[in-house]
């Protein structure tokens, strides 16, 4: 292929853009990680990380992972062989933390919904009280589905395991949320909080984050699962003077410092507003531009990090993401799994403005047109504009 000149306009729903003066933090000549100097930086990000995840109790971790990994560092810490865990599959992401909890050994009771909608939250809370014996050990939930662009409200899932009165640990995939949807781990009584560094943070992948109730510390002292590298035991005890068991990646934790100090800047709250005013432009542009429908079935579902676009009867999506690709140097989520050739993706998560967004509607409303798809040239862009001139993002 031959170079397209300009920027590459990257609307994936991870990893997303990293902010120029991110990636300049970043750039950094390699240092002592046993320093004395070293546990400044360390201390310094776990604590600041605390913030985002909304937690003063709890601790965080990272590891030089993805979200996968915290994922197996969430389910292996804190449970032993056979132990049971509650979980629903609704999209590709949700679906393989079942599979993984399988196929490490746990029982796994899995709800299956329909791809669209999301947290089964009156089923699980059948499935807890009718658990009189407490064989369950972990209810799951992903809080924001990136195949389908499907968001769960945890609080309802706490609130379930309350109802029920159900002493399980509640982990939370939060992997495409943290820092673009509100996230309550302490309020929302959340054990274990999966992440990375490469959505939300606007961070590169190579980082996995996860946050820690004192309940889920405890529970890794009784917990029998194999597990080396991903030992919560050796990161905490090591954490804790502000050193890691291993080597870090120094660029990284350079990286996350600055995109920290870039989140405090714009304000936590502040990013929730902004996030919400932006996915409300693309579902204007979709639904009243495009006359098209999201996967999300319902309003309640409505993820504002990013929107699965479902292309009409007898497309294929996966042209629309060729050509937007090889055409308009544009990269659009593409469908998995299930959805594979039916919808595509607008990723609007991190460093992004209306502008920039633009860039992602009017590409595939182009890459839709040169497809045969039937939308009014303009229409998207138009209804999205609108949105955006007529409203302002709501500071909660
Ligand atoms: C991206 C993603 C993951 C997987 O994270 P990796 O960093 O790719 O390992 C897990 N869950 C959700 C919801 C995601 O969006």
């Known amino acids: ?15 997303t853009n990293v902010p120029d003066r991110v990636l300049r933090a970043m750039v950094v000549p390699q240092e002592d990680h046993r320093s004395p100097k070293f546990p400044e930086l360390t201390l310094s990000v776990l604590n600041d ?55 490490l050994g746990f029982e796994v009771e899995c709800v299956e919904c329909e791809w669209g909608t999301g947290v089964p939250y009156d089923k699980y809370e059948e499935i807890l009280r009718a658990d009189k014996e407490h064989k369950i050990k972990a209810v799951l939930a992903c809080q924001n589905e990136t195949a389908t662009g499907v968001s ?3 609080a309802k899932v706490r609130k379930a395991m309350d109802n029920a009165s159900h002493p399980a640990l509640l982990m939370v995939d939060t992997v495409s949320s943290l820092v673009s949807i509100d996230f309550q781990m302490d309020a929302w009584g959340v054990d274990c909080a ?6 939300g943070f606007m961070l590169p992948a ?21 597990r080396c590298y991903f030992d919560l035991a050796d990161m905490l005890k090591n954490n804790a003077s502000g050193y890691f ?40 542009a979709v639904q009243e531009g495009w006359k098209l429908s999201l996967c999300a079935k319902e309003p309640q579902w409505y993820s504002n990090t990013v929107s699965a676009i479902l292309v009409p009867e007898g497309f294929d999506a996966a042209k629309v993401i060729s050509t937007a690709y090889k055409t308009y140097n544009l990269s659009l989520g593409a469908g998995l799994s299930k959805v594979a050739g039916k919808v595509f993706r607008i990723g609007h998560l991190g460093d992004l403005n209306c502008l ?12 839709m047109l040169d497809n045969g798809i039937n939308v009014t040239p303009g229409s998207g862009v138009a209804a999205a504009s609108t949105y955006w001139r007529t409203h302002a993002p709501k500071v909660k």
């Open 49 to 103: 990380l605390k913030k985002v995840f909304k937690t003063t109790e709890g601790t965080i971790v990272t590891f030089p992972a993805s979200g996968t990994g915290m994922w197996e560092a969430a389910l292996t810490n804190t449970l032993s062989p056979g132990d049971k865990v509650l979980v629903s599959a609704f999209g590709q992401f949700s679906f393989l933390w079942a599979d993984m909890a399988k196929r």
């Open 206 to 226: 190579g980082m996995g984050i996860l946050g820690l109730s004192p309940k889920a510390i405890k529970a890794i002292d009784s917990s029998r699962s194999p």
């Open 1 to 15: 292929m031959s170079r397209i000149a300009g920027r590459t306009h990257l609307f994936v729903p991870g990893p």
């Open 152 to 154: 769960s409200d945890i």
């Open 245 to 284: 068991p291993y080597t870090p990646s120094i660029p990284m934790l350079h990286g996350m410092r600055e995109a920290l100090d870039t989140i405090f800047e714009e304000g936590l709250d502040e990013i929730f507003a902004r996030h919400d005013y932006l996915a409300n432009g693309v579902r204007a």
């Open 194 to 199: 999966v992440s990375g560094s490469q959505k």
């Open 356 to 367: 920039s967004l633009m860039s992602a509607i009017a590409g595939a409303e182009m890459a």
